[in-house]
């Protein structure tokens, strides 16, 4: 297991699709977090999973945004009716339950661009 | 509110010598995580230092040190010996004991010249 795992890496989308992207975290990192970049800011959280369970979402989560983890492996985030304000980069994290202490391990991340 | 400043939007440094780097944060706990993460282009953030609120004494990572200054909730990150590979945009993060919720700063863009 080579550490986080985000696919696409990148997403050029017409407005009003609708995009999924995947994480595939540590293998035994039970929490799973999902965060958005946007171009020249630090992330900004956007949810949380504990093993299947979304535990915590954002206010930055409208009701276009989906996320899962079905049996507490990977995890998908869908955008529906992508808008141009959706363009950012959108980064996974994971990490175990007793290692808060060591942050958390990130993806590289899905570029999405809404055209 | 959680928040964490950092002030410096871009630095440079010549290779070789030694660069700070400043965040601020506000809290009212007490009990909480300090993070320094390094996000080169085009690639994956990754965790550089860390500092554990209740310990005084400063984290050190070969070249990387902190200031962590706990009562004035301040916790710069210094380069010692600057290198080419050092250029990348540098991230103070906060974790409290009880969110989950990792708190960033906008980041410092770091360039070490030859």
């Known amino acids: 297991d080579t550490g986080v795992s985000q696919d696409p890496r990148h997403k050029i989308t017409k407005r009003g699709q609708n995009v999924t992207f995947r994480c595939d975290p540590i293998?035994?990192?039970?929490?799973l977090y999902w965060y958005r970049q946007t171009l020249g800011q630090g992330p900004e959280f956007l949810t949380y999973?504990?093993?299947?369970?979304?535990?915590?979402k954002s206010r930055l989560l409208s009701d276009r945004f989906s996320a899962e983890r079905p049996k507490g492996s990977f995890s998908t985030l869908e955008i529906q009716r992508t808008e141009q304000g959706d363009s950012a980069m959108y980064l996974c994290?994971?990490?175990?339950?007793?290692?808060?202490?060591?942050?958390?391990?990130f993806g590289s991340g899905t570029r999405l661009t809404v055209v | 509110a959680q928040t964490v400043t950092q002030s410096q939007p871009e630095m440079s440094v010549q290779e070789a010598e030694t660069v700070t780097l400043s965040c601020t944060y506000d809290?009212?706990?007490?009990?909480?995580?300090l993070f320094w993460y390094k996000q080169p282009p085009s690639r994956q953030m990754i965790l550089v230092i860390r500092?554990?609120?209740?310990?005084?004494q400063n984290a050190t990572e070969n070249r990387f040190s902190v200031n962590f200054q706990k009562a004035a909730k301040s916790f710069s990150l210094k380069i010692s010996d600057s290198q080419l590979g050092d250029t990348a945009m540098y991230f103070c993060?906060?974790?409290?004991?009880?969110?989950?919720?990792?708190?960033f700063g906008a980041g410092t863009r770091l360039t070490v010249k030859p």
């Open positions: 994290a994971s990490r175990l339950d007793s290692s808060r202490h060591y942050g958390y391990t």
């Open positions: 293998s035994e990192h039970n929490r």
């Open positions: 809290t009212s706990e007490n009990n909480y995580y």
């Open positions: 500092q554990e609120a209740y310990k005084q």
């Open positions: 993060a906060f974790l409290t004991y009880n969110n989950n919720d990792m708190r």
């Open positions: 999973f504990q093993n299947e369970a979304q535990l915590e």
